[in-house]
Every structure is written in structure tokens, then in C-alpha cells.
């Protein structure tokens, strides 16, 4: 079975990659392909689907949709990029789809305005304003850009991030999320690493760092730089934080023992109030 991270790399290179140009022009609303490496690759289009010679280019317009095993990437507009080969082929090297662009598998499924994978570097960038990226277990946001990295099973999302399971959430500048499979089989987050603004919330705290990593599987988080943990209207200051996702304890660290102590403004209503 192919796994939630492969969505992107999949569907948008091993189904394009080795492709071999046409020797004349296909028209109309549906075009079937072999790679030769396996299952054929089935693109249709409401409106056309172009063999553009001078660009080298293959488009398809109008709900395009190209799938393969279960794979689907459906946009307005669908331009894959084909070139010759030393061995005196030719291959995809790059796909572009451009407006209300939808990825999904059996897994995960991923929106946003537009996307583009290089074949080579096997990396898919997909942009836009609200990009969501969602599994059985998890939900991925951003209002930039996600990356995605075929070898490394690595993500990352940049701009006002926000990765979430159950009712516990991880925000920054940028979130680096790297999948592993879970006891059911499916590829699920790991490890999530948050670079500026970080803030994590959970039902009865908000902590506020720097940096910060999020172990999925452990269901603990470690923020530092500058740390502040608010649970109503009791605050604690420190420069490290460890938070127990499960059993709600958190551990507050100072790094610079004799020149900075831990501080603490506690309101006497809010200790052991929501427990």
C-alpha cells in the first residue's frame, strides 16, 4: 500500500516519471499513457488536453485529473514537462497544476491554489492561502507553502503553520513534520520541529517559545527561548519547558542557573482548577 506521505511524490513523479514523448499530438478529453514501469497513467479534462510541441508540454484543462493505483491529482489545469534523455528518450521532469489543486490517496488529501513537483530533487512545493493537509489522525495548515520530500518523509509547512491531533496543537513561522506508520499501518506524523513564534495549546494550557520540537509518538513537547506558560491566569516564565500531552504536567527549566532563576505569577483559583 502506498502511505499518506507519498501522496504528493507519487502521484505527482513516479506517475509522470519515464513517460516517453508523444510522436504526434493527442486532442481531446481523455489520454491514457504507459510508463513502462508500471500501471498506465489516465488524465481526462472537461474542456482539452493539449500536446503543446514547442513548449514540450503536455496540458489538460478545465477539472483535469490525472490518476494512477488509487493516486489523483485534479486541478483546473494540469502542465506536465517532458525532455530528452542521453539514453535518447525522454521523461517528465516537472508537473504543474494550477487552480484548486486536490491531492489525495487512500491516506491524506491536500488543497491549495497550486503546485509544482521537480522529478529529479523528488520535491513538491503546493502553495496558496489556505493549504490543508489532513489524515486519519492529523491536520497540517499553512498560509504559504508546503514542501514535501520524498526520500526523507518530510514536510514542511511556512506561514503561520499549525499542525493538530486530538485537541492538541503546534503553531510557528515554520513546522517541520517527519511521518513514520503508526500500529495501523499508516504513515502518520513523528516528530514535529517548530521554528519561530511557537505556540503550543492544549485544553488547559498555552506555552509560548522560540523554538520547540513536538514528539507525536511520546506525546511530549519541549519549547525553549524565552518561555511562557499560561494556565488561566497563572503564568510561569523559564527558559526550557517539557510538556506532557497525556498527563498534563509541565516541567519549566532555566538554562542559566545563577544568573536567571525560574519565575512564577500564580493565581491561588487557577492551581489544580481545571483537574
Known sequence: MIRAIHLTVLALGLAWFGIIAPAGAQNGQGLNL??????????????????QRDARAYVARGNAVASRDGLEVAADILIAYYRDT??????????????NVTLRSADATLVGDEAAYDVRQEVAVIRGQDLILTTATDRITADDSF????????????GDAAASRAD???RSDILMARFAENASGELA????????????????????????????LTNLATITGDVRLTRGTTQLNGDRVEVNMDTGVSRLFTTNQGDRRVRGVITPGDVGGDE
Open 34 to 51: 504507459n510508463d513502462g514501469q508500471g500501471g498506465p497513467i489516465e488524465i481526462v479534462a472537461d474542456q482539452a488536453l493539449e500536446w
Open 86 to 99: 542521453s539514453a535518447g528518450g525522454s521523461e517528465i521532469y516537472r508537473l504543474d497544476a494550477r487552480g
Open 147 to 158: 514542501e514535501f520530500w520524498q526520500t526523507r518523509q518530510l514536510a514542511v509547512a511556512r
Open 168 to 170: 492538541n496543537t503546534i
Open 189 to 216: 506524523m513523528r516528530v514535529v520541529d517548530a521554528t519561530g513564534g511557537v505556540v503550543i495549546q492544549t485544553p488547559t494550557e498555552l506555552v509560548r517559545g522560540s523554538q520547540g520540537r513536538f514528539d507525536v
